[in-house]
């Protein structure tokens, strides 16, 4: 089955305690990208990724790195979290970028930063 | 600033009560209008997508057409499953997707 899976998928941790979202997709997607959906605000892109080794800023990076070592694999890094960083993360993944494909999602992680 | 706005934030029909929903963007250079299903505690579904004023694209009960300003999406004869967080995005130039608030559907049976 086509999917994108992410792990974990409720998270509460304390400030400053460094964690990692992980975000698989199985359909050989190039372009893979972080989102951020908050109430009232919508989902805001966090990172981008067009393939394997580039990655690019979205409109919130503050607060965020990522990887792209491999093609299906695109975690979230936050190095130092902080409770403005509470939301629900999404990730997603598309054939070859935004551009005329269809993104598909994953089925969120919840984070609670205390 | 690029911007996508929906209308209303949250609607309540009667099952077989049509309806519309409304986004609009200010984006520089619009190069596609997306059209997204969002259930509790699911991530988003992929719906339709329009590229250019007057297109028009159709799915079982719901029809979304675009304008120069703004995209609809209609509901026909909604029925309670049709319940969910319809979201809108509009891409711009470059790999980006703007994505409004989302409008919140209750059809009551």
């Known amino acids: 089955e086509a999917q994108v899976t992410q792990n974990p998928r409720y998270l509460i941790t304390v400030t400053g305690k460094k964690l990692t979202v992980t975000c698989s997709q199985n359909?050989?997607?190039?372009?893979m990208s972080w989102y951020r959906q908050d109430p009232g605000l919508g989902l805001r892109q966090i990172y981008y990724s067009m393939n394997v080794e580039v990655t690019d800023k979205g409109d919130v990076p503050e607060g965020y790195k990522v990887s792209r070592k491999e093609k299906r694999n695109f975690p979230l890094i936050l190095e130092s979290p902080s409770p403005n960083q509470t939301s629900l993360y999404f990730c997603?993944?598309?054939?070859?970028?935004?551009?005329?494909?269809?993104?598909?999602f994953g089925p969120g992680t919840r984070l609670l930063v205390l | 600033e690029d911007q996508v706005t929906q209308s209303p934030e949250a609607l309540r029909l009667q099952e077989g009560e049509s309806s519309s929903l409304n986004c609009s963007y200010t984006v520089s250079g619009l190069r596609g209008l997306f059209w997204y299903r969002q259930d509790p505690g699911k991530g988003p579904e992929f719906l339709f997508t329009l590229y250019s004023a007057g297109e028009e694209k159709e799915k079982e009960r719901l029809k979304a057409t675009l304008t120069k300003k703004e995209s609809f999406l209609h509901i026909t004869a909604p029925k309670p499953e049709d319940s969910a967080t319809y979201l809108c995005?509009?891409?711009?130039?470059?790999?980006?997707?703007?994505f409004g608030a989302g409008t919140i559907l209750r059809v009551k049976s």
């Open positions: 995005a509009a891409m711009e130039y470059g790999n980006k997707l703007v």
């Open positions: 997603a993944s598309s054939r070859t970028g935004v551009g005329h494909e269809t993104q598909y």
């Open positions: 359909m050989n997607h190039e372009y």
